[in-house]
């Protein structure tokens, strides 16, 4: 069983900045993405940055150039640096891994989600 914790959410104003990470446990296939989407009230979840376990990163148009995506292999975490942080960006952020293993089974886990507030 795959675990994952975030933490780092919280209230910010904007402009301000927020780290936000993901420790994942269990057992996590080596060549896995991961990654954030968000859900802001009555709206759909959406991606906002993703990262391989061979470090390519994907960024949603909204967030190029202000949010960076990490991790850290070894610790199996990924990280999420918000920079000049809008209302807009105000949802909650649900960390993301999936991964197609040797038998070519799919599989996706998600975290519990931490709440993001940017007040104007």
């Known amino acids: 069983q795959v675990q994952l914790v975030e933490s780092g959410g919280g209230l910010v104003q904007a402009g301000g900045s927020l780290r936000l990470s993901c420790a994942a446990s269990?057992?996590?296939?080596?060549?896995?993405?991961m990654g954030w989407y968000r859900q802001a009230p009555g709206k759909q979840r959406e991606l906002v940055a993703s990262?391989?376990?061979?470090?390519?990163?994907r960024y949603a148009d909204s967030v190029k150039g202000r949010f960076t995506i990490s991790r850290d292999n070894a610790k199996n975490t990924v990280y999420l640096q918000m920079n000049s942080l809008k209302p807009e960006d105000t949802a909650v952020y649900y960390c993301n891994a999936d991964w197609v293993d040797g038998s070519e089974k799919y599989w996706a886990y998600w975290g519990q989600g931490t709440q993001v507030t940017v007040a104007s």
């Open positions: 990262i391989t376990s061979g470090d390519s990163t």
């Open positions: 269990g057992s996590i296939f080596s060549r896995n993405i």
